[in-house]
């Protein structure tokens, strides 16, 4: 590989921050998502191991599948014998729910939460509506497919899904933790450019930085 | 009511009414007696509270028909008040000063229909929608479904079934496909 | 700040030399002089009733002015409704409001009812009226866990979502779903009780009214929740007309609104009620006053469970749904939520497809005016509990 100029590095490397102002363009990031490689096998797995048990969802109640959340923390469900607990900061998440639609307006704030959780970060989708729409499917203010915006590891089924399908969600969620397939963000990284160029299609008044972190 | 009716078509004349229920009436106004009667209706008549006022689109009349939906605590009776307005030329007299409240729903009519009101403060902020460049949502030569299709990528393998064409299909298996039984409605 | 003088802060007297100059009542706001913060209580956050922000400008703890953004959970129901039939408006109509979604499809029968003239059966409307009084009692506990939450004390939202959940089983016993039931169709409901259902509804009665106790013990006797809710929020008798406010924050205030009073539907007109006020308009009297109405509604259940008679016709017959075509005409319904009048307006043309329908939520007048004008001069710390009080609930303002 033949040396390259710092300068032209950086050159290649600047995002467009183009819904900001003039003078704000360079205070904020230009920096682009980077992946998260793995370990060796051994401490690989082990991290893995404590990932799997310590999830700390990020309390955003996005849509219709906020109000089955609620019940799974009180004592009937107790999901914080998993080690799960609601975080109000994305700084402190590393688990993004999104609770079912998701219109223009949300899907604007998701990826300003989600590019601000830092990595390993996973992302669950409830319900029918971010498989293909579920029944809005023709609204004009709600998305169709949410993986074309954000990358998604589990989906859970239903309309609203029930506690114990949450559950049996979130065990699916461990097991490929450990089993080491989540990498959404590494999917994030790698395809920003496309993930961008679909939100910014739908997202018209982008009036923040082209990477929140 | 009866008085009040009584005294409405004093005011105004060939007043139309039309019971809907015995505690639901409407009447139909002209667009500039729409000030005259909703002040005379809430400082004299106690038709205090307004339930809330919105638009329908008769795009076969190239009109619009506005609803203002009001109450009387005292004789516990709601009263809708119909006033037709052009569709072309959208535009509304503002009643702000009568009911404090009403910017709200005028400021939604305004994003959703294109219907303007003005004077009406904070009439041309944004109520729900964001970046909107289309046309005003909720007018009849608004598609929606081809719009969805448009902009969000659906995924492939949905599939719409006509109920009718499914039963048949479903109940009449044989008599559907037999080619010698003559079929009514065919 | 705008205190009854009946709390702690009477000794208390703000020093304003340092603050900035007012005109007319309201502070001067310049941006620019660093004396003021713009910040967004926003979608992403513990302190707002579900997903709705509001964007403050603050100076110090003290809130100058506040606007509210809605619009997050719009999925543009109006226009859908448009392009399905009549009977395939149900399963989307529920959605409109999240914790309470029966109202909304007794108010979407009722309207095609009225339009198309159908007559209810005797055992439908009892069965109606109690669904109805389930799915606020479930609302109620909801509101409850979340005004308390709100103060700082999360043990009383475990206690009374924790209750909720059994409420849900029964929903589930009766209806099919937790949540989303689809029972209320036009011409009636769509299936009778089971067996035992009145037995376990009498003992689940019980069991709440033991917690409630509990609940008026550690909240409605503290000292703490009555320095900081009393006085908060205080909305007077005129404000009630001019603000267009309903349901519980009305009658706080002394206004006789109720509609299953005053305009009864189902079989509230043969049930035992009185109306439940209150003279002082702030957020203790809001409070009390819903906890009063959650025990009436307990009370109005073991009284349907009294008189309901057994067996009859559970639904009015219908056409065929798939190609009925309702006669032109304009109807409103009402229905009294949680949160106060709950309306469903309806327009028909004689076609298969309704030609326009409006959903009034409660809240939509609350959320938006009327906290933007209590907003102002209270503590920052405060608005979460505000916002509780007046029970704004987003999807049903912008549907």
Known sequence: MEKKDLNEIEKEMKLANEGLPEKERILFSDARPSRVEPLNKYLEQFVNWARARSLWLLAFGTGCGATELRPLMTSRFDVSRFGIAGRPTPRQASVFIIGGYASIKTIKRIVRSYEQMQGPKYVIALGSCTINGGMYYDSYNTINRIDYYIPVDTYIAGCMPRPEALIAGFNRLKEKIQKGECDGMNKYADNFDWYKKNQKQIIKDWNMPDYNW | MKNILKRLNEKIDDLVVVKQRDDLYFIKVKREHTDFILRYLKLDENFKHLDFMQAVDYIENNQFQLTYMLYNYEIKINLGINVMIDREKAEMDSMHRIWPHLWQYQREIHEMYGINFPGSPRVDESFVLEGWEEMPPMRRDFDTLEYSKRTFYPRPGRSTNDPKEYMKEKLYHDFAKSPKIRRDDE | ?399
């Open chain 3, 1 to 399: 700040m705008n205190r009854d003088s009946e709390s702690k802060y009477k000794g208390f007297e703000a020093d304003r030399s340092k603050y900035p100059q007012m005109e007319k009542d309201k502070p001067v706001i310049d941006l620019e002089s660093q004396k003021f913060i713009k910040t967004w209580q926003g979608p992403q956050h513990p302190g707002v009733t579900g997903n709705m922000s509001v964007e403050l400008i603050i100076n110090g703890d003290e809130i100058v002015d506040a606007k509210t953004h809605v619009g997050y959970l719009h999925r543009g129901f109006e226009k859908l409704m448009e392009r399905r039939r009549y009977i395939q408006c149900f399963p989307i109509v529920c959605r409109i409001c999240v914790p309470e979604p029966d109202t909304n499809e007794y108010c979407v029968s009722a309207a095609m009812e009225d339009l198309a003239g159908i007559v209810v059966p005797e055992k439908a409307l009892w069965l109606r009226t109690l669904n109805l009084e389930m799915s606020r009692v479930g609302s109620f506990l909801m509101w409850l866990g979340g005004q308390a939450g709100s103060l700082g004390m999360g043990a009383i939202s475990q206690w009374t979502i924790g209750m909720r959940d059994f409420w849900l089983d029964l929903f589930e016993e009766m209806t099919g779903g937790r949540v989303y039931h689809m029972y209320m169709i036009p011409g009636g409901v769509r299936k009778d009780l089971p067996e035992g259902f009145r037995d376990r509804t009498r003992e689940l009665i019980v069991r709440t009214r033991a917690l409630l106790f509990d609940i008026e013990k550690t909240f409605f006797n503290n000292a703490i929740v009555k320095a900081r809710l009393k006085g908060l929020g205080v909305i007077s008798p005129e404000m009630v007309t001019e603000y267009g406010i309903v349901g519980p924050s009305a009658r706080a205030s002394g206004i006789e609104d109720d509609i299953r009073i005053n305009n009864p539907y189902g079989k509230y007109a043969e049930l035992d009620m009185k109306m439940i006020t209150s003279d002082v308009g702030d957020a203790y009297a809001r409070a009390e006053v819903r906890y009063q109405e959650l025990h009436q509604s307990l009370d109005l259940i073991s009284q349907i469970m009294d008189k309901m008679p057994e067996g009859g016709k559970i639904q009015a017959k219908l056409p065929n749904v798939l190609h009925w075509k309702i006669p032109a005409g304009q109807t409103y319904v009402k229905a009294e939520s949680t949160r106060g009048e709950h309306g469903f307006y309806m327009v028909s043309d004689g076609t298969k497809y309704p030609r326009r329908v409006f959903a009034r939520g409660a809240s939509y007048t609350h959320a938006i005016s009327v906290l933007e004008k209590l907003a102002v001069n209270i503590s920052i710390s405060d608005l979460a509990a505000l916002m509780v009080s007046l029970h704004t609930c987003p999807p049903e303002i912008e549907r």
